[in-house]
């Protein structure tokens, strides 16, 4: 079993950034890919970013060159979020992945204000 908690969020005016931090405990060797998404109210949840085990990161065509992951270590993700946009509102999930298992957070919340 793998436990992920959230840390961050809140609310920003457009172009300010925002930090989001996921920290990972319990079975966290066999965690084989970290990342974020995001749902917004009535539609489904997007993946917005993810790394895997060897280094290898995915970011949505919607935050390349805006959001950046972090991974200081393996048990934590963050989540470098800048130049904001009020389209990135959304409720944001840490997600992982082990041994063919998914994993989530409980979500934080972020408002971007136009």
């Known amino acids: 079993q793998v436990q992920l908690v959230e840390h961050g969020g809140g609310l920003v005016q457009a172009g300010g950034s925002l930090r989001l931090s996921c920290f990972a405990s319990?079975?966290?060797?066999?965690?084989?890919?970290k990342g974020w998404y995001r749902q917004i109210p009535g539609k489904q949840r997007e993946a917005v970013a993810s790394?895997?085990?060897?280094?290898?990161t995915i970011y949505a065509d919607s935050v390349k060159g805006r959001f950046s992951l972090e991974n200081s270590a393996w048990n934590t993700v963050h989540l470098q979020m800048n130049s904001l946009k009020p389209e990135d509102t959304a409720t944001y999930y840490c997600?992982?992945?082990?041994?063919?298992?998914?994993?989530w957070g409980s979500g934080t919340q972020v408002t971007v204000s136009s």
């Open positions: 790394i895997t085990s060897d280094g290898a």
């Open positions: 997600h992982g992945k082990a041994h063919g298992t998914e994993y």
């Open positions: 319990g079975n966290i060797e066999g965690l084989n890919s």
